[in-house]
């Protein structure tokens, strides 16, 4: 990836970075909440209680996700194979 690309990406995330943000919220309280379905740990409280405030509960799984994750998310980014690569020659087969 040239310094330009890198930019670009960096300028798109920027732009983007809100709705990401929301999506990812999202995304965690979702697999959050079939989690405790799948494996019935939702028998010690009602669920119904928990979604009467939605974007509070959303903005409560994500502070204690990324309590318990944000130096295990950032120790992998060290090790992330680079995905530009294969997805550069994705696309350049589709042309």
Excluded: C, G, H, W
């Excluded at 494996?39 to 209680?49: C, G, I, T, Y």
């Amino acid at each position: 990836m040239n310094a330009e690309q890198e930019q670009k990406i960096k300028d798109l995330i920027s732009k983007y970075n809100d709705i990401l943000l929301v999506s990812m919220r999202l995304a965690i309280a979702e697999d959050f909440v079939n989690l405790m379905l799948l494996n019935r740990d939702d028998s010690e409280f009602v669920l119904k209680d928990l979604f009467q405030n939605k974007e509070e509960f959303n903005k409560l799984i994500m502070k204690e996700f990324l309590k318990k994750n944000s130096s295990t998310v950032i120790q992998e980014l060290k090790f992330m194979e680079n995905p530009l690569p294969d997805f550069q020659n994705l696309l350049a087969r589709k042309k």
